[in-house]
């Protein structure tokens, strides 16, 4: 076991490193490419949890863990950016194009068991079911927002505070005809009203998360919440919520979902408020 660790360890340390040197992370660096590419497939492997505590507390991983997730989203929003742009400027039937995406059956996959989640957690007897959904940070490629107004036949208010991503993703939802269903606000999460709305996402990449939430139990009635998070070994890749903090905060952990082995990285938290009423009580 300690050679996988000690082997996976020093992958990591090779990504970080490269990632930490090169001046170009967008898709157009093969380099760049090609090693996030692995990291992401070894990411998705099952590891025994005595792995991932060895590696998850070994003192380069704790030091650079940080640099290396902020690589990585770099690189992510580039990737984002660029098929953003691509398929805008394509005369091609358009939604065919997104789902040709890479990504596109993995953020199936992810919106599909949140879907299923979110309803078993909406109360019966309320308007919830019929409301927007709010999202958190959509970034320039908003493919979570579109799925789930596809599979649900919802509305949905995409929050993004990063002006190119802004400007990406409302010229793709009008050139896939979608801007009157999901539309894009210019906002931080953490100032938004959420006072109209009570179904809320927060994606994995927003840095912000607990002042999100603040805001949303600040402002929203009775907020159900869906908020991305990473268990396991995929904490390397993406930023875990510390969950011991939630209930201290006043919110209580109704389910989650599991993430596919060999297919999505991220797992999803669904919270609501203590002092609310809920279908499990």
């Given at each position: 076991?300690?050679q996988?660790?000690?082997n996976?360890i020093?992958?990591i340390?090779e990504a970080?490193?490269?990632?930490?040197?090169?001046?170009?992370?967008?898709?157009?660096?093969?380099?760049?490419?090609?090693?996030?590419?692995?990291?992401?497939?070894?990411?998705?492997?099952?590891?025994?949890?005595?792995?991932?505590?060895?590696?998850?507390?070994?003192?380069?991983?704790?030091?650079?863990?940080?640099?290396?997730?902020?690589?990585?989203?770099?690189?992510?929003?580039?990737?984002?950016?660029?098929?953003?742009?691509?398929?805008?400027?394509?005369?091609d039937f358009?939604?065919?194009?997104?789902?040709?995406?890479?990504?596109?059956?993995?953020?199936?996959?992810?919106?599909?068991?949140?879907?299923s989640?979110?309803?078993?957690?909406?109360?019966?007897?309320?308007?919830?079911?019929?409301?927007?959904?709010?999202?958190?940070?959509?970034?320039?490629m908003?493919?979570?927002?579109?799925?789930?107004?596809?599979?649900g036949?919802?509305?949905?208010?995409?929050?993004?505070?990063?002006?190119?991503?802004?400007?990406?993703?409302?010229s793709?939802?009008?050139?896939?005809g979608?801007?009157?269903?999901?539309?894009?606000v210019?906002?931080?999460?953490?100032?938004?009203?959420?006072s109209?709305y009570?179904?809320?996402?927060?994606?994995?990449?927003?840095r912000?998360?607990?002042?999100?939430?603040?805001?949303?139990?600040?402002?929203?009635?009775d907020p159900?919440?869906?908020?991305?998070?990473a268990?396991g070994?995929?904490?390397?890749?993406?930023?875990?919520?510390?969950?011991s903090?939630?209930?201290?905060?006043?919110?209580?952990?109704?389910?989650?979902?599991c993430p596919?082995?060999?297919?999505?990285?991220?797992?999803?938290?669904?919270?609501?408020?203590?002092?609310?009423?809920?279908?499990?009580?």
């Amino acid at each position: 076991m300690m050679q996988m660790v000690d082997n996976f360890i020093a992958f990591i340390r090779e990504a970080n490193e490269l990632l930490q040197k090169e001046l170009d992370l967008s898709p157009a660096n093969q380099l760049v490419t090609n090693i996030i590419s692995h990291l992401s497939i070894q990411l998705r492997s099952h590891y025994l949890p005595e792995e991932v505590q060895a590696v998850l507390s070994n003192e380069y991983i704790r030091m650079n863990q940080q640099k290396l997730q902020d690589k990585l989203s770099e690189a992510e929003f580039l990737v984002e950016l660029s098929d953003s742009h691509h398929i805008c400027k394509s005369e091609d039937f358009v939604l065919d194009i997104v789902t040709r995406l890479p990504n596109w059956n993995i953020y199936m996959a992810l919106v599909s068991q949140e879907l299923s989640a979110f309803r078993r957690f909406i109360r019966q007897d309320s308007q919830t079911e019929k409301s927007p959904i709010v999202f958190v940070g959509s970034g320039p490629m908003p493919l979570s927002p579109i799925i789930l107004h596809l599979l649900g036949d919802m509305e949905v208010i995409c929050l993004e505070m990063d002006s190119v991503a802004y400007d990406a993703s409302s010229s793709l939802l009008e050139h896939m005809g979608l801007g009157t269903k999901v539309t894009v606000v210019m906002k931080n999460g953490s100032e938004f009203d959420y006072s109209s709305y009570n179904r809320i996402f927060v994606a994995s990449l927003v840095r912000n998360k607990r002042a999100v939430l603040e805001q949303i139990s600040r402002t929203s009635p009775d907020p159900l919440v869906a908020i991305r998070t990473a268990e396991g070994m995929r904490q390397i890749m993406y930023e875990a919520i510390d969950e011991s903090q939630l209930n201290k905060q006043g919110w209580r952990i109704l389910g989650r979902t599991c993430p596919e082995d060999n297919l999505v990285i991220n797992s999803t938290l669904f919270l609501d408020r203590f002092n609310a009423p809920s279908i499990l009580d």
